[in-house]
């Protein structure tokens, strides 16, 4: 059986290696695309926007379907840094170099500016978060007769140590070569449709701060991360 066997172990192993040799080294470009309009309704509420900031990154792409470190044992492509995104500023931003394999991608698994790698003994702020979160944003809402400023301060961290805030998340592709650009898209203004205005306005804190324990902090971020979460697309370039 071991004589058998042999042959066919040489064989599969070969085969392995012409797999991997067969995968180009590429870099590419990555860009945010947001949308989030200055003024918008929600409800009888009117949201001017001053302020919106978003710390992103870094990002590794599996070519397995689950991006968690347990399934995926080695990224075939990262943006090794990370990116803080004016979420009211250009329509298209840089979100640094893609850098990796050819090959298909499957899922992704990120930061949102709150790192806890396995050599940090907790969950760490990285330079890129604005005020030390993953996302700050400040506005007023008005309606007739009422006039609310508020804050949203939201932390999205890793649960533990060595593992992505987001651990897995859809991410499909087929990079064939250096011809490809990375877009991730924000829609920012749906995370902030989730607050209840009436609410925060029932509060006679001002401006209203949107974090932990507050009312709007759970819909905001439920939104962010299940709801409406980043999405990943590729386009081709050439």
Same mark, same amino acid.
């Given at each position: 059986m071991r004589r058998a066997f042999a042959p066919l172990l040489f064989l599969f192993l070969g085969v392995a290696a012409c797999l991997r040799a067969s995968q180009e080294e590429v870099t590419y470009d990555a860009v945010a695309e947001v949308r989030l309009s200055r003024t918008f309704s929600s409800g009888e509420y009117t949201i001017d926007l001053l302020y919106g900031h978003l710390a992103f990154g870094p990002?590794?792409?599996? #070519? #397995? &379907?689950?991006?968690?470190?347990? *399934?995926? *044992? &080695?990224? /075939?492509? *990262? /943006?090794?840094s990370g990116s803080r995104i004016d979420l009211l500023g250009a329509p298209r931003q840089p979100l640094g170099v893609v850098r990796g394999f050819t090959g298909p991608v499957k899922s992704v698994s990120y930061d949102l500016g709150i790192d806890w790698f396995d050599t940090q003994t907790s969950a760490t702020a990285r330079p890129e978060a604005p005020d030390g979160h993953s996302l700050v944003v400040r506005g007023t809402a008005r309606r007739p007769g009422a006039e609310i400023p508020f804050v949203v301060t939201l932390d999205v961290a890793p649960q533990y140590q060595g593992q992505r805030a987001i651990s897995t998340a859809p991410a499909i592709a087929d990079v064939k070569g250096p011809g490809a650009r990375l877009v991730v898209r924000f829609d920012a203004q749906v995370w902030l449709e989730a607050l209840d205005f009436a609410r925060i306005e029932a509060s006679p804190d001002r401006p209203y701060v949107v974090a932990p324990g507050k009312d709007g902090h759970d819909a905001i971020l439920v939104s962010l991360k299940n709801l409406r979460p980043p999405e990943f697309h590729w386009e081709t370039t050439q």
């Open positions: 990002a590794y792409f599996c #070519a #397995a &379907s689950h991006g968690a470190p347990t *399934e995926c *044992e &080695s990224a /075939i492509a *990262e /943006i090794r």
